[in-house]
C-alpha cells in the first residue's frame, strides 16, 4: 500500500494568517492527490482532486500544487470556518490511503 | 441535492454482527462506486471496502472474510454488513461516493458510530 505522510500533525494559526500543508506519498502518484476537510461531527468535505483542481464551490483561497511524491495545500487569509482537520489521499492505487491529518487550530 | 446518510451503529459485544445501511438521494447507486470509509478514535481515516457499478466488491485486509458490502437499488442503499467485531473495529464510518470512477470521495455522510466492547 502506498504510504503518505502530512506536516504538521497540528498548526495554530490566526484568521488571516495563510498556512501550507504537506503531503508525502511513499511512491509516485503523479498527480493522484486529493484533499478533505473534516469537522467533527460533519461529512469529510472534498477540497482539492487530481492535486491542484479545486471541486466545485470551495472558495478561491484554498488551492493545491504538486505532484510526484510532495504535495501541498494553501489556505490564503484564514478564516473562521477553516479550522478542521485536513487530509490527503492518494487515488494513484488501489487501496486508497489517507494521510494522518493536519489539525489546524485557531492561536 | 446528494445526500447520504449512514444508520445502524450502535455498541456491540466482540464477535458479534451488526449491519451499517448508507440511504442515498441525489443520485442512483447503482451507477456509482460507493465505499466505506472508518475513522478510529483518535486516528485517521481508514479505506474499508467498496462496490462497483457492476457489483464487484472490495476490502481491506483489516476486514476481509469478515465484512460484506452490498447495495438494495430499489432502495438506493449500501450496506455494510460487519461479523467476527473486534474492539480495534472500533470507529466511525462513513459512506461515500466515489467520482467518475476515480477513486475520488465526492460526496460523504456524517457517519454512524460502531463501539465494540464488552
Known amino acids: 500500500d502506498i504510504q503518505m505522510t502530512q506536516s504538521p500533525s497540528s498548526l495554530s494559526a490566526s484568521v488571516g494568517d495563510r498556512v501550507t500543508i504537506t503531503c508525502r506519498a511513499s511512491?509516485?502518484?503523479?498527480?493522484?492527490l486529493n484533499w478533505y476537510q473534516h469537522k467533527a461531527g460533519k461529512a469529510p468535505k472534498l477540497l482539492v482532486y487530481?492535486?491542484?483542481s479545486l471541486q466545485s464551490g470551495v472558495p478561491s483561497r484554498f488551492s493545491g500544487s504538486g505532484s510526484g511524491t510532495d504535495f501541498t495545500l494553501t489556505i490564503t487569509s484564514l478564516q473562521p470556518e477553516d479550522f478542521a482537520i485536513y487530509y490527503c489521499?492518494?487515488?494513484?492505487?488501489?487501496?486508497?490511503?489517507f494521510g494522518q491529518g493536519t489539525r489546524l487550530e485557531i492561536k | 441535492e446528494v445526500q447520504l446518510v449512514e444508520t445502524g451503529g450502535s455498541l456491540i459485544q466482540p464477535g458479534g454482527s451488526l449491519r451499517l445501511s448508507c440511504a442515498a438521494s441525489?443520485?442512483?447507486?447503482?451507477?456509482?462506486?460507493m465505499s466505506w470509509v472508518r475513522q478510529a478514535p483518535g486516528k485517521g481515516l481508514e479505506w474499508v471496502s467498496i462496490?462497483?457499478?457492476?457489483?464487484?466488491?472490495d476490502y481491506a485486509v483489516s476486514v476481509k472474510g469478515r465484512f460484506t458490502i452490498s447495495r438494495d437499488n430499489s432502495k438506493n442503499t449500501v450496506y455494510l454488513d460487519m461479523n467476527s467485531l473486534r474492539a480495534e473495529d472500533t470507529a466511525v464510518y462513513y459512506c461515500?461516493?466515489?467520482?467518475?470512477?476515480?477513486?475520488?470521495?465526492?460526496?460523504w455522510g456524517q457517519g454512524t458510530l460502531v463501539t465494540v466492547s464488552s
Open positions: 461515500a461516493r466515489e467520482y467518475s470512477s476515480s477513486s475520488v470521495l465526492d460526496y
Open positions: 511512491q509516485s502518484i503523479r498527480s493522484y
Open positions: 441525489g443520485f442512483t447507486v447503482s451507477s456509482n462506486y
Open positions: 462496490i462497483y457499478s457492476g457489483g464487484y466488491t
Open positions: 489521499q492518494q487515488s494513484h492505487s488501489t487501496p486508497v490511503t
Open positions: 487530481s492535486a491542484s
